[in-house]
């Protein structure tokens, strides 16, 4: 089993920024993609940003051009950092990773909260 790790939450102000981190453990597997994903309540649960090992990143189309997506070189890290936060953003952020072997199942983090307010 990969466990996965979230840290970073927390209350932040509309325009301010925010640094997430997820860190992996567990052995046997390398791991493809990780990223994040967020669920506000009542709602879905929505792509943030993924990134591939081999540095292959993709967005949302709402935090486009706002947050950053990073993988530490061990490739078990993954960052988010989040810039111009708005009230929107508010919601549990979950980390993820996909395993490269076919037909293993995606790992999820316990999730972090996010609350941007004033």
């Known amino acids: 089993q990969v466990q996965l790790v979230e840290s970073g939450g927390g209350l932040v102000q509309p325009g301010g920024s925010l640094r997430l981190s997820c860190a992996a453990s567990g052995s046997g597997f390398d791991l493809w993609r990780m990223g994040w994903y967020r669920q506000a309540p009542g709602q879905q649960r929505d792509l943030v940003a993924q990134?591939?090992?081999?540095?292959?990143?993709n967005y949302g189309n709402s935090v486009q051009g706002r947050f950053t997506i990073s993988r530490e070189r061990d490739k078990i890290t993954v960052y988010l950092q989040m810039n111009r936060l708005k009230p929107d953003d508010t919601a549990v952020y979950y980390c993820?990773?996909?395993?490269?072997?076919?037909?293993?199942?995606?790992?999820w983090g316990q999730g972090t909260q996010v609350t941007v307010s004033s």
């Open positions: 993820y990773c996909r395993p490269s072997i076919l037909g293993v199942r995606d790992f």
């Open positions: 990134i591939t090992k081999n540095g292959n990143a």
